[in-house]
């Protein structure tokens, strides 16, 4: 008897120890550490306002069956940590209006079946000095999970990945409507006016380009309208004065341009060639024609008394 007495202690003490060693692999099965959500990687939104306040109603408003709370990061903490890594106020000296952010529901509910349901809604208010709401911008986001139902549905890991998913498409949804509506109030980190604003464009100098319309393009002579006339032409590239269609004619003034001299082995006509041959009026018989500076008369009379009229005598001479 006592051959089979340690085996069956054994065997008790297995069957025992079974169940404790189930529930270890479950709990291995699940993550013990969750990364805190944050939100200050993405882009910051800047508001023209002088001061941002965040305002909870979950605590005056909660949602019957609201299990948020058991999870690693409760909706209503990131949403809160959403607003102050992604909202600053900005504002210039000055500035009187005020930004206030309400979270008006964070929760997840465990429905009928085995799903998570989650649910978050905000909307961001601008506040004039008389505490008037001049402007806004909400949006809100739903997720659903559904887990194994034969495991824990509100485990820790179920609820961190439901709020996780819910708050990247918050953040999205908030941006857009925050660009969409609000784009006035939206200024740089340095407290410039962006979207809306009118930019300011800067002036070309003598020499440089711009490629604004109206400006200066190119060096001198390049000159853009004025009054809606037309600007003057450049002058021509060999440097060659422009005159006008209607200026004044000067040229009776200038002096004439000065002709070349005839060339050495030209002589110049006497006084005697210049003359009327009597023996030869015509000129005399020679195969090169006479130059002279005035034309040859042909026919030039005889003198006085060497003609005759009919019945007359000749007298001697």
């Known amino acids: 008897m006592m051959l089979f007495s340690r085996p069956r202690?054994?065997?008790?003490?297995?069957?025992?120890?079974?169940?404790?060693?189930?529930?270890?692999?479950?709990?291995?099965?699940?993550?013990?550490?969750?990364?805190?959500?944050?939100?200050?990687y993405l882009n910051q939104i800047n508001l023209n306002v002088s001061s941002l306040s965040i305002s909870?109603?979950?605590?005056?408003?909660?949602?019957?069956?609201?299990?948020?709370?058991?999870?690693?990061?409760?909706?209503?903490?990131?949403?809160?940590?959403?607003?102050?890594?992604?909202?600053?106020?900005?504002?210039?000296?000055?500035?009187?209006?005020?930004?206030?952010?309400?979270?008006?529901?964070?929760?997840?509910?465990?429905?009928?079946?085995?799903?998570?349901?989650?649910?978050?809604?905000?909307?961001?208010?601008?506040?004039?000095?008389?505490?008037?709401?001049?402007?806004?911008?909400?949006?809100?986001?739903?997720?659903?999970?559904?887990?194994?139902?034969?495991?824990?549905?509100?485990?820790?890991?179920?609820?961190?990945?439901?709020?996780?998913?819910?708050?990247?498409?918050?953040?999205?949804?908030?941006?857009?409507?925050?660009?969409?509506?609000?784009?006035?109030?939206?200024?740089?980190?340095g407290g410039a006016p962006?979207?809306?604003?009118?930019q300011a464009q800067p002036l070309a100098g003598p020499g440089e380009t711009t490629d604004q319309p109206g400006n200066v393009t190119g060096g001198a002579g390049n000159v853009p309208p004025v009054n809606g006339q037309a600007p003057a032409l450049a002058p021509p590239l060999d440097n060659s004065p422009t005159v006008p269609a209607n200026a004044p004619d000067t040229t009776v003034n200038s002096p004439a341009p000065a002709v070349a001299p005839a060339p050495a082995s030209t002589p110049a006509p006497s006084a005697q060639d210049s003359e009327p041959n009597p023996v030869f009026p015509a000129g005399e018989d020679s195969s090169t024609p006479a130059t002279s500076s005035k034309p040859v008369t042909k026919g030039v009379s005889p003198k006085a008394g060497f003609l005759k009229l009919p019945g007359q005598t000749t007298t001697g001479q």
């Open 9 to 40: 202690h054994f065997c008790l003490a297995a069957v025992l120890m079974l169940p404790t060693l189930l529930c270890g692999c479950a709990d291995d099965d699940q993550p013990k550490q969750f990364a805190p959500l944050r939100y200050d």
């Open 194 to 198: 962006v979207g809306d604003a009118i």
């Open 56 to 189: 909870d109603k979950t605590v005056a408003q909660p949602v019957e069956g609201d299990i948020g709370y058991k999870a690693p990061t409760p909706p209503v903490v990131a949403v809160r940590q959403m607003a102050e890594d992604r909202l600053a106020a900005k504002g210039t000296v000055g500035v009187a209006t005020k930004a206030r952010f309400v979270i008006e529901q964070a929760s997840i509910l465990h429905e009928p079946g085995g799903t998570l349901a989650g649910k978050v809604a905000v909307h961001l208010d601008i506040i004039n000095p008389g505490g008037q709401r001049i402007a806004f911008a909400g949006a809100q986001a739903t997720q659903t999970l559904h887990p194994d139902p034969s495991g824990n549905v509100e485990s820790a890991a179920n609820l961190y990945e439901l709020t996780k998913d819910m708050m990247q498409t918050l953040n999205v949804e908030f941006e857009y409507e925050m660009r969409h509506s609000l784009s006035k109030w939206l200024v740089d980190a």
